[in-house]
C-alpha cells in the first residue's frame, strides 16, 4: 500500500461487527473517553483493512474490469485455474501503540522469505513472507506487520 | 478491565466462545469491512465449481479477528503488544470457535509487568483452526 490510510470511526465500527466484537470502546466515543485508552481505538487486527485503500488490490472488484467471482457463469474471466490461489498462512503483529480514528497510516512493504514444502493435503506448497510497517501522519512506526502467504497445488483435502 | 499479574499464574487458563454456527453472512461482512471480496469467502458458485472447495470459508484474518476478541477481553483495551498466529485449519459456515488462552510467563521489565499468552482456537470438533501468541503489558 503505497496509498494513505485514513482510520475512520465508521470503519472502525463495522470493522469490529464484522469480528464479532461488541466492545463499546470500537464505537461509542462517549464511552471509550471514560477509559484507560482515551477514546475510540481500532481491534487489533484493523490494518487488515488497509487494503481497502490500496488501488491495486487484486481481491476487489474493480470499476468496469471483469471479476473472477460468478456472474452468469462460475467465474467471470476465461482461464482460472483450480486451487485456492494465495491462502493466508500466518499473520503476525507487532503493536509500538493502538489506531485512533484520525490517524493517517502510510506503509512501507518488504518482501521477505520464501520457500517451499511438500504436504499431503494440498500438494506442492510456496510460502512467501511480507513485511509491512505501518507509519502514522508523524512518521512515527505504529504496527509491524509480518505476513505468511502461501499458494497451493491443489485445493486443501477436507 | 485490565489484567493484574497479581491475578494470574502460569499455566492458568481462559476460554470464550468467539464465534457460535459462523454465518455466511458474517463472512461477508468481514469481507466488507476487511476489503477482501475473494470469492473464496463470498462466492459459493465460484469456490464449489471453480476453486473446489466444498462451500465458500471464512477468511484467515476473520478467525484471527474473532480470536483477538477473546485476547483483548482478558487483557484490556490498548494492552496488546505483540499477536501472532498461523492459520493451521480452515474454518467454515457453521463453525463454532473457542478460543483458550494459556498464561505461559508474566514478566516484569522496569516495573512494567508483561504477561505472554498462549493462543488457540478450536472448532466444535476440537479441532485447531487458529495457533499463535500473543504479549500484553498489564498492570502489577
Known amino acids: ?158 | 478491565m485490565v489484567l493484574k499479574a497479581s491475578d494470574i499464574s502460569e499455566g492458568q487458563e481462559f476460554s470464550e466462545v468467539v464465534a457460535e454456527n459462523l454465518t455466511r453472512t458474517q463472512i461477508v461482512q468481514y469481507a466488507g469491512s476487511s476489503g477482501d471480496y475473494n470469492p473464496i469467502h463470498t462466492d459459493e458458485v465460484y469456490t464449489k465449481e471453480v476453486a473446489g472447495y466444498p462451500s465458500v470459508f471464512a477468511h484467515g484474518m476473520l478467525s484471527m479477528g474473532a480470536t483477538g476478541v477473546a485476547i483483548t477481553n482478558l487483557v484490556g483495551d490498548g494492552r496488546l503488544t505483540k499477536y501472532g498466529v498461523r492459520f493451521v485449519n480452515q474454518v467454515w459456515p457453521g463453525d463454532t470457535l473457542t478460543t483458550t488462552l494459556s498464561v505461559e510467563s508474566i514478566s516484569e521489565d522496569a516495573g512494567e509487568f508483561f504477561v505472554d499468552l498462549v493462543v488457540s482456537t478450536s472448532n466444535q470438533d476440537g479441532r485447531e483452526v487458529v495457533r499463535g501468541s500473543a504479549t500484553a503489558k498489564i498492570d502489577p
Open chain 1, 1 to 158: 500500500m503505497s496509498e494513505q490510510f485514513p482510520v475512520e470511526a465508521g470503519h472502525i465500527m463495522l470493522f469490529a461487527r464484522s469480528i464479532g466484537d461488541k466492545n463499546q470502546i470500537y464505537y461509542d466515543s462517549g464511552y471509550a473517553s471514560t477509559t484507560e485508552a482515551q477514546g475510540v481505538i481500532a481491534p487489533p487486527t484493523f490494518v487488515a483493512a488497509s487494503s481497502q485503500f490500496d488501488e491495486g488490490y487484486s481481491l476487489r472488484p474493480k470499476i468496469g474490469e471483469p471479476w473472477f467471482g460468478s456472474g452468469k457463469a462460475a467465474t467471470g474471466v476465461e482461464k482460472q485455474e483450480g486451487g485456492s490461489g494465495g491462502l493466508h498462512a500466518e499473520q503476525h503483529y507487532e503493536y509500538h501503540r493502538h489506531l485512533r480514528p484520525g490517524d493517517i497510516l502510510r506503509s512501507v512493504v518488504k518482501e521477505g522469505e520464501k520457500w517451499e514444502r511438500e504436504s499431503k493435503r494440498a500438494g506442492k506448497l510456496k510460502f512467501s513472507e511480507t513485511i509491512t510497517e505501518y507509519y502514522d501522519q508523524n512518521d512515527e512506526l505504529v504496527i509491524t506487520a509480518r505476513s505468511v502467504g502461501v499458494v497451493t497445488e491443489r485445493p486443501i483435502d477436507q
